[in-house]
């Protein structure tokens, strides 16, 4: 045993010794500290010689209570005592290990399983050896993908640690950490900074600590740059800076700095972040050489920053030293296509585009043997993405096209595996990376090729793939699959998820100790097996093969009915080719015939057309405005309603119409602001007819939504009503019983809100009786937030209650790279917006009880995150008759996330939702002659437009467009089977 005033040389031999040799499968022969320090080399996931670490703690004497031959407790290997059967588990657990290290997950798991059996069999659930054994099996599900039963395992270990070594020991807080890395690989940011923290504390405590309080504090920062924490990552890598430069780590402090320089670069601080990297380069030089591949890293990042601030010969000179530096290892063949895409976007900036096409043509070829040798074709898409820029400012815009056709293909396979297996907010950050091609799509063909059928064709086929696809992905867990399979089905069902797991895991996560010919064995065998059970479950579930299945324009056309035309619009940042840069948001239309024609349409500036819709929505709420001759004597002049009525027809409207010539039904996916526009009351000239008495208007999501209608079994259980509820007392007898998991978390603004009583919706719940005489009636203090949450996929679903809607908190931007390492390559990503508060906690209905917040176990407050966890699986229609329940917060190209979202994710068909306040008796007449059309076998959007039609018609106050332009249809249109 090393005294602490041995000299450190003395303490690096023996960490050198100790390094030689300790094998991973020995690793439990030694102590916790030195297996702490040594796991991570071992595996692969740090490249740093432990060397000095383990110095430290030998300096340190954390080994003073223990022989370095270990006497751990808690050791598998170590608590034998002679048993034939422990002695199996230590050696199980030693294979699974060694396999774990090979890469052949697979097979280690199995035995690693075995191994627990054997212990817990042995020494009980709480016994010595417990916590090794599950942390190990966590670690390898982890790895395969298994994320919530590698979070079980991991907090059975660390209880387990808890009780036997006490809550501030080494194990507990490396347990800590690891079960933060889960939480992060699964998108649940919020608790893998709870448990990083909690690590970060119990580090801080223990002495000689310092090194590992930093290593925390660096993958804190990382989830805070997740989360889009900015504020917050700077002080914890400035911390971490300090514990480097007071330990006197040279590599620890430069890659600090280049971090830091990373954090300024984001900031736009490009003075800043130059002086942090030369330093780190500096560092780098010194301590490991000026050829070593790190210093080329930063040469890359140093470059960048350069042409950020169009120091066009400095950034040159260090991404060719980069260049040079990477090209010498062969290691580092992706790293050189790398630089490559760098030094193209310099010469592109320069309009040298013979040396941009030249690199970028490189660095494609690097890529592509890259991703023979992996697997991995997803790292083709950069270069392609480029050369598709490059070309359309040399105006080639067939091979414009192919580029951009080839790398959207690839996008297309690994989003959909990311939606398939990862958190919502995560779907969120990876979707937004992708947001620049969709954009790049839509420009090249408003702009760029406005007359080329391929390129219109490409871009309406991106939007049909992506438009609202995180929604559909929050939907997408396959519970409505599930519910129409046998037993044996589902089984495969489980399968493929589990695969798809294991593939987000391998591809988004890749272990680094894998060598690449293991790598890509693995991901083919994973990928075969993921195709055969697809095929297999398509030919089960038309419903499977609808939800899985990339969507083309070809089955959206033949689902169009003969007299309509899908109006698809879309907000987007227009690419000029020509200055290699991204432009103030537009919109545009994409229209599709039924015969297949395409229509192109550019509609102008996005800033002006949402102030318009502001404006026309506003003044539709004004009931004191003329909108048509025979209305009662306004307030407002009638050149002022003119005026805003006839902005927004121009803008939105005008140059669609040519086009519509033997439409009579319109299919309108909006986008953006569009979203609260609703369309019927835009009139065809001042004072003129309005668009709902020349057509028949229905909303969709998307185009793609269309491929849906009829694969689900629509439900034919008795309709509910709820109505006038008692927002003051509840009746607390009703329990929830259906697959609601009873999140009943709440907007921090919904404490001082309170609502008043809406005695026409009883009025508006015995209209409507007769024509439902089978539906379930509840009303006063039975209007519960249980009973909603209790009902299973009624026919119709109506509520008539208010509706609350509380506009958005600020929201900062967030790098959607989510990267925070020394060598992250600098490259222009688009950013997003992280909402500080979940939109669906934001908006939602008042219940029994809601008032006093007092209902049952619930508190009257069913917000449309609870809704969206309802069973509406074959409801064919929801109904709320509330006000602004179509309101919500509004993403582009996803939609409205609010009720409108909510009930769509819950399964429902169709909604018909209100986009302001509205009377409370005149909503009353509205519902009852709805219901009267759509019993009457109307379709559910054409009864509609039936009773907006009579209310015009038969003018006076209610021929007013507040009264009946405030409801909307969105989804299916057809009659109620």
Known sequence: RVRSSSRLSSARKIGVDIVQITSIRRLFSIPPLLRLILLPYLLGQSTESPEDALAEAILGEVLSQQPIAGANSNSPSNTNQ???????????????????????????????????????????????????????????????????????????????????????????????????????????????????????????????????????????????????????????????????????????????????????????????????????????????????????????????????????????????????????????????????????????????????????????????????????????????????????????????????????????????????????????????????????????????????????????????????????????????????????????LDELVEVRQQLAALIFNRPRNLPPEQYRAILNELQARDNELASTLARLSALFAAESTPAEIAPVQARLPDDSTLLEYVRYSPFDADANQWKQPRYAAYLLFPNGRIEVIDLGDAAEIDAAVQSFVGLLQNRSAQFQRNAPVPTLREEDVEQITGNIKELVFDPIAPYLQDTDHLLISPDGQLNLLPFEALQTEASGEYLVQQYQISYLNSGRDLLKFDVIEPSQNPAVIVANPDYETADGTVVAQGRSTSDNRRSTELSQLQVGPLPGTAAEAEAIRPLLPNAEIRTEDEATENLIKSVQSPRILHIATHGFFLPNVDRPDIDSSGLLASNNSFGAVPTTGVVVENPLLRSGLALAGFNTRSSGDEDGVFTALEASQLNLFGTQLVVLSACDTGLGDISNGEGVYGLRRAFALAGAESQLLSLWQVDDFGTQSLMARYYENLTAGMGRSGALREVQLEMIEQGGEYSHPYYWAAFVLTGDWRPLE
């Open 82 to 492: 002679g048993s034939d059967a422990l002695q199996r588990a230590s050696t199980l657990n030693q294979q699974a290990i060694a396999l774990y290290q090979a890469g052949r997950y697979d097979e280690a798991a199995p035995l690693m399983e075995e191994s627990v059996a054997i212990w817990r069999a042995e020494v009980g659930d709480r016994g010595p050896g417990m916590s090794n054994g599950l942390s190990g099996l966590a670690l390898i599900y982890r790895t395969q993908g298994r994320f919530e039963e590698s979070v079980s395992l991991y907090q059975e270990a660390l209880s387990i640690d808890r009780e036997n070594l006490g809550e501030r020991h080494p194990d507990v807080a490396q347990n800590l950490s690891n079960l933060a890395a889960v939480y992060e690989s699964q998108g649940r940011y919020g608790e893998a900074v709870a448990s990083y923290q909690a690590s970060l504390d119990i580090w801080r405590e223990l002495p000689r600590n310092d090194l590992r309080v930093a290593d925390s504090l660096q993958a804190l920062a990382g989830i805070y740059v997740l989360q889009g924490r900015y504020s917050g990552v700077e002080p914890l890598v400035q911390e971490a800076l300090s514990i480097y430069q007071q330990q006197n780590r040279p590599l620890g402090i430069a890659n600090s700095l280049s971090n830091l320089g990373i954090i300024y670069y984001r900031r736009g601080q490009y003075t800043d972040a130059e002086n942090f990297l030369r330093e780190a380069i500096e560092i780098k030089r010194e301590r490991l050489s000026s050829r070593h591949s790190s210093v080329g890293d930063s040469l890359n990042n140093l470059g960048t920053i350069y042409r950020a601030q169009q120091q066009y010969e400095q950034a040159e000179a260090a991404l060719q030293e980069a260049l040079s530096i990477r090209r010498e290892s062969e290691s580092s063949q992706y790293a050189v296509a790398q630089t490559l895409n760098n030094l193209a976007s310099l010469y592109y900036e320069q309009q040298r585009f013979e040396a941009a096409e030249l690199s970028l043509i490189e660095a494609l070829a690097i890529r592509r043997e890259f991703s023979l040798i992996t697997g991995e074709t997803y790292v083709v898409d950069d270069p392609l993405i480029e050369l598709a820029k490059l070309y359309t400012a040399l105006e080639n815009i067939d091979q414009a096209i192919g580029r951009l056709q080839e790398a959207l293909n690839i996008q297309e396979r690994y989003l959909n595996l990311n939606l398939a297996t990862t958190a919502d907010a995560q779907r969120q950050t990876y979707a937004a990376t992708l947001s620049e091609t969709t954009d790049q799509a839509i420009s090249l063909s408003v702009e760029a090729a406005p007359e080329s059928r391929p390129a219109a064709r490409l871009a309406l086929t991106t939007l049909l793939r992506r438009k609202g696809r995180i929604l559909d992905a929050s939907t997408n867990d396959f519970q409505s699959v599930r519910q129409k399979l046998t037993a044996a089905d589902q089984a495969l």
